[in-house]
């Protein structure tokens, strides 16, 4: 498991390390302030949910357990915000300020609440169906944003590439 775990998180570093020598030679590029947080929680994501829970670290195991979960929450918040300003998806505003709250936010509080009381992990995690439900509609949602954006027509090849790097982004 921390094979994998190294070899993504040293693929994220390449990329962080890129975008930052990228961010530098064109400061004025907001999009690549967005990939760059985005690659930030994607690492955060993937040493925390790599590395924990780990009895050898310190800290209880609930506290890992939240730690782990918390990242695996906030890398798909910050997603409907990705898109939204990164491909300029109108239709995506709702995901990204009501969306998130309701069905990621909340439910996370929910579950770190259920799980501080009852101690068991497997019962809890029954709780996430809501997010993943959410996930379903996000991505319906974001398909429909980007038909929207290119006047239902796919011709372009512009609007394949778009379709195809976000559907692959999200497929994780």
Known sequence: MYLIT???VSIELVILFYLGIYKLARPDDKTANLNIVLISLLLIYNITG????DPKLPGSYFFQEVVAYA???ITPCYFPYYVYHAFQLQKM???VYNG???????PY???????ALTSNLKETENLLIL????????????????????????????SKVEI???LLSITP
Do not use: C, N, Q
């Open 93 to 95: 505003r709702f995901h």
């Open 131 to 158: 997010p993943v439900l959410y996930a379903v509609w996000a991505i319906a949602s974001l398909i429909k944003a980007i038909k929207k954006k290119y006047r239902y027509s796919f011709d372009s090849k512009e």
């Open 109 to 115: 509080l929910i579950f770190v609440s259920v799980f």
């Open 50 to 53: 790599g590395l924990l829970p």
């Open 164 to 166: 195809m790097v976000l």
């Open 71 to 73: 990242t695996g929450f």
């Open 6 to 8: 190294f070899i993504f």
């Open 100 to 106: 998130v709250f309701l069905f990621l936010v909340l």
